[in-house]
């Protein structure tokens, strides 16, 4: 009876603070490369979920999103073939069957016209899922506006459409998208991630509305597609001025978590090689104890990544007194730390994202004095990047910002 009680009295203990029953030993985490913004024609890629998974994995990523237009890649959807906005080419065609051969095609005639069946997201992943390899998580593009002004987010791993909700003004519709999402991951009973995608197309989204809306967590600083305006212009914010503002604003007067960035492809384009929205432009590292959807997200909402345009890290370690990035160089090529943050001077916040310290080679550390806001590393190559987003684009790679104090809670 005593060892009943002990047990009862060790379990209710566990409920209380928390304590795992069993503590195993902790699998070691790894990195993983991924994208998680991309299409096909499932809405307005150029090609099929196949031939776009085929891309990845062949080029050395671990996880994929196909994040296609308020649509998920499930049921029958037949594609004509032809000249059409939304027709598929003949080009993309042939590609396909030459990749996979003509028994992996599906084609029938309809209303005098060639179709061939898209393969859905569960087909694809029986064909190139790998064990510790290669995965997809499941998500989309929730793509919505208020009034011509366009506001899209992709949501990953969840398990149903999420469908646009709309609303009375930006800083709305930006509320009640995120609201969708979670009322999804209470569904689903799944970590679910939800990212702001390039704020600056179209200017839909202002700094302000970001810094506002105290649910918006992650949102893409580098995007690969050409018309998104990654770097503002003279009326607007580049997206890491943007990044950098909306740090300051949050830590310094509205309270709120920091926001975290990524850098994605936003591909649509895998039939030429240099056009508006190619693959292989932008990605995340992801520091997971697995590589699972649901390992991925959670590292993810923890904050344990990096986005990269082409500079990869062997190490990112902060605490309290410093960051310290550590670079997987390659041959030839020189790096440069750029570590930002913002100051407080007279207990309020200085300029946003000022330059706190440049540092030349592999390794940096930059030792926080104790004044700012946070600190966050912008790493650049001397290596062009071969087929960026902008002619000038250098290699480059972004840790997420590290927070030193707050003004406001």
Known sequence: MRDWFRSLFLLSMVALIGLPLAAGPAREKKWYRGNTHTHT??????????????????HGYHFLVLSDHNVLAEGEKWKPIGTGKSDMRQ??????????????????QAGGRTEMKLRTLEDVRAQFEERDAFLFIKGEEITDKFEKLPIHHNSIN?????????????????????????????????????????????WGVSADDVAHVLGERFFEVYNGHRGVRNYGDKDHKSTEQLWDYVLTLRLGKL???????????????????????????????????ALTPDAITRAML????????????????????SLTVKVKAQEGV??????????????????????L?????????????????????TVVSSRKHPNGYAPEDFESAWTQPVVVRRLAR
């Open 158 to 202: 969840h398990a149903n459409l999420i469908k646009p909700p709309g609303g009375d003004s930006v800083r709305d519709v930006l509320e009640k998208t995120l609201r969708a999402v979670e009322e999804e991951a209470r569904k689903c009973g799944r970590p679910v991630l939800v990212h702001l995608n390039h704020p600056n197309f179209g």
């Open 41 to 58: 024609l499932w809405s307005d890629g150029d090609a099929a979920p196949e031939f776009v998974a085929d891309w990845y994995k062949s």
């Open 302 to 321: 923890a904050g344990d990544f990096y986005s990269s345009s082409g500079v990869a890290l062997d190490e990112i370690v902060s605490d309290k007194s």
């Open 334 to 355: 020189a790096y440069k730390t750029v570590f930002r943050g913002t100051r407080v001077r007279d207990n309020r916040a200085g300029e946003p994202g000022e330059v």
């Open 91 to 108: 080009e993309s065609l042939d590609k396909l069957i030459a990749r996979f051969g003509k028994d992996r095609v599906e084609l029938r």
């Open 255 to 289: 309270g709120g978590e920091p926001l975290l960035a990524l850098a994605v492809d936003d591909a649509h384009h895998y039939l030429k090689e240099n056009v508006v929205a190619n693959p292989g432009r932008g990605w995340i590292w992801v520091r997971a104890d």
């Open 357 to 377: 310290a440049e540092v030349e080679g592999r390794a940096a550390t930059y030792s926080i004095k104790g004044d700012e806001l946070y600190v966050r590393a």
